[in-house]
């Protein structure tokens, strides 16, 4: 019995390890894809749509654990950040991205958490508009944190913003059309395996 029991809850924490691992690497891989924009000392990444995703895919709990071995992967020094920012480990969370770092596991774990399924039987797929708040949800957390940071650095909101949200709200519409698209299709199949 006790056997069966061990088993078990390995085949349970396999695929949830090896989930955790992969947004880790999901949201890594997407922060490679960088575009510096003139004026601000932040890029336009893919990064954002990566931590959606990983939340969304894997729920609350598992999307904010993926999001903090990927922070803690880049503060031990790991090339997992974005390379247009030059710096390195921990420093990157005390410079001008790092609030949108520090977000990522909150922002993953809000989606993740709007996009469970309730309590109802037979509910087990998010309507659109469930994973669209929560898609939206997530992504002003993630500027919130982002214009929290730069605020902090520039000592001025307004100029704050027009760092860290007003060039990248055009993308960021695009990123939720994906992420909502991606989501809505794919969140029930890939939970129900977790």
Known sequence: MERAIALTERSVTLPRVTAIILGAVLVAAAAQVAVPLPGTPVPMTLQPLAVLLVGGLLGARLGAASMVLYLAL????????????????????????????????????????????????????????RVAMGVLAGLVLIHLGGLAQLLILTGDLSG???????????????????????????????????
């Open 74 to 129: 880049g503060i031990a020094g790991l090339p997992v950040f974005t390379p247009t920012v030059p710096l390195f480990g921990i420093a990157r969370l005390l410079g001008p991205t790092g609030g949108y770092l520090l977000a990522y596991p909150v922002a993953s774990f809000a989606v993740g958490a709007l996009l469970t399924p309730g309590r109802r039987p037979g509910v087990t797929t998010p309507s659109w508009a």
């Open 160 to 194: 704050a913003a027009r760092l860290g949200t007003l060039p990248f709200l055009l993308g960021d519409l695009a990123k939720v059309a994906v992420a909502v698209a991606v989501l809505t299709k794919l969140t029930p199949a890939v939970r129900a395996r977790l």
